[in-house]
């Protein structure tokens, strides 16, 4: 029998004690999701990998569900305010501002 | 499999009204609330392919179209959550249901007294903010600045038309506070429990016959001495 305990880390983990490392996963984890693209394309992804404007399944309602599902398994609040074009146009530019509204929590 | 029924009306009258049934008179009856909405769209054929699921297993299933749905010819903008939740129980008994299944805030509508399952509950307030943010963000593509307090405070005075969705002053004000009904004899079944990702989050109506026959499997397996 295995020793290795069966791990519910991420699902456990409030935002505040999420590594970058469970961030960039679970974002990746809501793209593939919200969008119906391939969890290994989502995968993928880099820093510099166009999100809106370069995705044709990112449309204006797919970024309202892609916001509010960050939400949810975030546990974050995105303001009105919060959404412009830089945060949308990149994977990295969306990371970044996952990390820092968890940081802000 | 198709033929109607008489949902009552907030002023007293009635309406005629869809319903779609898989009715054997067999010992377990599942009153089926459907998802709001945009969600209902995406999730309409997930939801009769459970049904097709559980007829398979000796099961009576029931989805009524509620006031304002569908082909509908009451307006949507005149109901309310409350007189959805009395014309749930008013199908529960029509139909003599014994169990129900709701999907997404279809768990905000479930007769107290029915136990059964509640398929990836949603709050009022989420859906709302979802349809609010949509609305926003649509507004600001085509030039107008519109804020989330915008649109709350239109909806709260006169209703607002949210996705195409006609939403009342009434049911505004509900959506911002309505839960899942109390009940210990509801379960929740999270979405993680089916696997893969919810259809409701698809930009367009989707289907996974998986995640149906996991849905079906997880409600015919709980009633299995009784069928």
Redesign the interface.
């Known amino acids: 029998m295995s020793a290795t305990p069966a791990s519910d880390e991420t699902s456990e983990q409030s935002g505040l004690d999420m590594s970058r490392s469970a961030i960039d996963s679970e974002l990746k984890s809501i793209i593939a999701d919200v969008l119906g693209v391939d969890a290994a394309d989502a995968e993928a992804f880099t820093p510099e990998t166009g999100l809106f404007g370069h995705l044709p399944e990112l449309d204006s309602m797919a970024v309202a569900g892609l916001l509010t599902e960050m939400e949810d398994r975030l546990d974050i609040v995105i303001d009105d305010d919060d959404v412009d074009g830089e945060m949308l146009e990149t994977y990295g530019g969306l990371l970044s501002f996952a990390e820092a509204k968890i940081i802000e929590g | 499999m198709i033929s109607t029924w008489n949902a009552p009306l907030s002023d007293g009258k009635d309406s005629e009204e869809l319903l779609l049934a898989f009715d054997e008179n067999r010992p377990v009856r599942v009153l089926i609330l459907p998802a709001w909405f945009d969600e209902a769209n995406k999730l309409r054929r997930f939801t009769v392919e459970v049904m097709r699921r559980l007829d398979g297993s000796g099961i009576d299933s029931f989805l009524p179209d509620l006031p304002g749905c569908n082909e509908s010819l009451a307006q949507l903008s005149e109901q309310t959550i409350a007189s959805w939740r009395e014309a749930a129980g008013v199908a529960s008994a029509a139909f003599s249901t014994t169990h129900v299944l709701t999907l997404r805030a279809g768990a905000i509508l479930a007769p107290t007294e029915l136990s059964g399952w509640r398929y990836a509950p949603q709050t009022g307030p989420?859906q709302l903010?979802?349809m609010v943010?949509?609305r926003?963000?649509?507004s600001r593509?085509q030039g107008k600045e519109e804020?989330?307090d915008d649109v709350v405070r239109a909806g709260r005075e006169s209703g607002v038309s949210l996705?195409g969705w006609a939403i009342g002053p009434a049911m505004f004000s509900e959506l911002e506070t309505a839960g899942p009904t109390e009940s210990d004899t509801q379960v929740d079944i999270a979405q993680?429990t089916i696997g893969g990702?919810?259809l409701w989050?698809?930009?367009e109506p989707?289907y996974d016959a998986t995640q149906a026959d996991a849905l079906a499997a997880i409600i015919a397996l709980s009633v299995g001495d009784r069928v």
């Open positions: 989420k903010r979802g943010r949509a926003t963000i649509a593509e804020t989330t996705g993680a990702p919810g989050l698809r930009a989707d």
